[in-house]
């Protein structure tokens, strides 16, 4: 399955700001990319690329005052393969986790785990573990957590959305991240494309799409507290702890950002290549 | 200067938890030891060392259920030299920073930087960037915040301290911190070892001390909101965006601390050496 | 002046609930009226007044399952002068102040005077005490809040507005009375009609509104940190500690609101009294 | 049962403040008093008692400069019933509550209604209404909150207490009240003597102890979810919404205790009055 990804986003720049943009495809995708995934950035400014402590691929820049366009048309040939399912998958013991993946059990900032010790037990402790204990958690997230954009608000941690039971996509995998390291399961915060591909519905206007992995057996999976079924066509962009660490665009100064329109979605391979080269 | 290093650390262990300790002095001071910097674990079990993502030195065990003894005791020959003062050091426009060090401009657990915008920026928004505006942000927390091992409480965030004026070691450096980053300053945790030498009035019983580091020119710098002057014989342990980073010991399960005590003081090398061959 | 005011307001009930209404005139308002000041529940229901602790008049029913409709229509005669203002009007010491004023001193659950002693102090503790110090106090909020409906949510506290400086109405007035109680100034909610009578541009759709009164020498006057001018044709409803007291409606159970419209404008007084006998 | 009832305490007042006391026995108890209820304040200043909102009985005097020194010595003659129990009382639907208790079933300080709907429900929703359901909640809050006195803290709330699990008295009452308020079940906090008769191992020195009581049938019952039991000689000194409105002492400006014991035991009548003259 071939799919055409893509962004375009404005802001106004009252004065010159430094900023990092995470808006490019995960290297552990590269090798399925059919065009170059070149983010651009106009008024063009020098441009530096680099890999963060987490393994994302990060752009740096400064944004002059005025309009800021930063925007990106790629291809991906993608499985076509939903996202895996193992329900046998095992959670590791503590003690045989790789050391890497140990940081993705500790609180960070809308994940307070340490609030979370008693709450998760209560709700999961009792439920057998491995993946169907996180299949719990996130059908538990699913059911218990109202969507709306409404709800949206920077400083929500995974309490709040305990307490509140109101959210966007980001508030979901901030509570079932934080379930799963209070049960010390490792989980992290993923970001990425995610367009309407199989979906009957399409349930809202495109943009880009939070999730969250875990950490069973020997490797992560992917896991959607939000939509709470297998989807297609999901492309990773960053993993971090939580939302702060994989910020689509983090501005260190003023950027208001006044457009934003995603593209995700499956083409064929010849209008892919016409498209491409227009 | 020769300074003995060490603790002697007790948990009764109800049954067997996963732990990550990290007890070793910094990688960065190894070259300092003058003694094995071996972290002893009692009854034995099977420990591994590894290097975390900020570069600091960890043990991971699994602690048998019973009582758990970790104890340590070293030598480091140190410079003799208070904490290096730099008045003129300047802050790095975001787009100068290394991109390593982009990541202490951030958010973490007790740090929320996000909602520290408007409050750092009335407080010292006016005050000359560089090592001034440091320690004016040093300067105020340590004027503000009263001291008191009874208002110690782990969930306690920057944002708790900035409204309550109460805390120990950590809280201080989490305000600290988190102002700086709300400047787009990089600011890091730190903890370790501090003696009192120097000091007239010994101010507190041994404990391992928290302070924090801030990256001006192109280096970090060792700053102190709590006892905020400079002081001799402080040996970093370990580094982190805050607390959480780099707990002393972190358990994953129950672990009930019984019994505390460091060990930081000078000693001359003849009596170094005596005591430690016995 | 002659006002007219009402409001028109529905709600789905999944399932028969309980509701408690402030939507009449404050009682220190009922000689101004010249048309009766009724609430209008459909479909009938058994309805009873009371006057609560506050000495607001408040309205309980059951509404029954289906649409409920909320509505009322009256005539009040203003003095058409704007709020008035007392320069000199002096803070009084606590111990001059009446006994049933003292509960305006305490923390509510928006308003955490405990939290907010240092900062009240640090900001507002140097200027002279007495009306000028609470026109600081609403200048101050006034000039660092960001009104916006997006930035509504039922459960803001005046700490998370101090933090994030973004709110309606109820954020602005929830701060200032913060910052009042925490230097022991009596300020209390208030809540009622406000056209956009005088005001060269209209604001906003027309709503419910917010404001505070203070206590300064021998009676309660009124500010209004969103505003932060004096206004005519403010109209009392109710006042309490904070908005937890003064809900338009409180619903023991579910109750979604549909339709929301406030009337409250001059009229003359032929159109006023043809109007209401049509 | 005779009981004695009373305390001496001591605060350092830097300068004059003034200082509201809620220091006597409840007005419902008044008529069970067999000496004179007296808060005596040293040194000597003018008095005035009034009845605040809640029918406290409440004392105000500006503290002097200097030692403050509030005691009394009482007696009161108590039933000897233990806290009485009605297992079939009911709970009320909200509208046939009486006016005056429907502001026990709002938010207060630390009581945050509005962010325990969906945690209460899901706890207790499926519980069978009445003085089981308010009982099946202290057992929840008793068995899960962990007591000490090194967990208090002045600003903690409910939802702090349901995250953390520790916390003393209050902490329990308030997470209490909270629940049962969220599933409209009117409570309030309660304050007084509380002493350890009938209780096989006194638990703790003497202090004043917290408390709540809920509505059921036509009247306020007694529960503790610290002890949990039916309790001797349980003597009310106030009620309100949370300990904020009921604080022994409320200080508007420093007094820092300094000294603090209570005295609350049975006496035979002999030497009750015998004690009494002396």
Known sequence: MMLRLGYDIQFQIPSPVAMVALLNVHPSRVGDLRAPDELRVEPGTYIESFIDSFGNR??????QQGTLH???STLLQDSGFADPVKYDAR??????LPHQILRYLLNSRYCEVDRFASIA???FGAVAPGWGRVQAICDWVHARVNFGYQ????TKTA???FAERFGVC?????LAVTLCRALHIPARYASGYLGDIGVPVAPSPMDFSAWFEVYLDDRWWTFDARHNCPRFGRVLMATGRDASDVAMTTSFGMANLTQFTVVSEEVTQESAFQANQS
């Open 58 to 63: 990060c752009t740096r820049f400064v944004a």
């Open 70 to 72: 930063l925007s990106n």
């Open 91 to 96: 959670e590791l013991p503590v003690q045989e």
């Open 121 to 123: 037990t209560e709700l």
């Open 151 to 154: 709800y949206a608000r920077p």
């Open 159 to 161: 309490l709040d959305v």
């Open 170 to 174: 980001r508030d979901f995998q901030h």
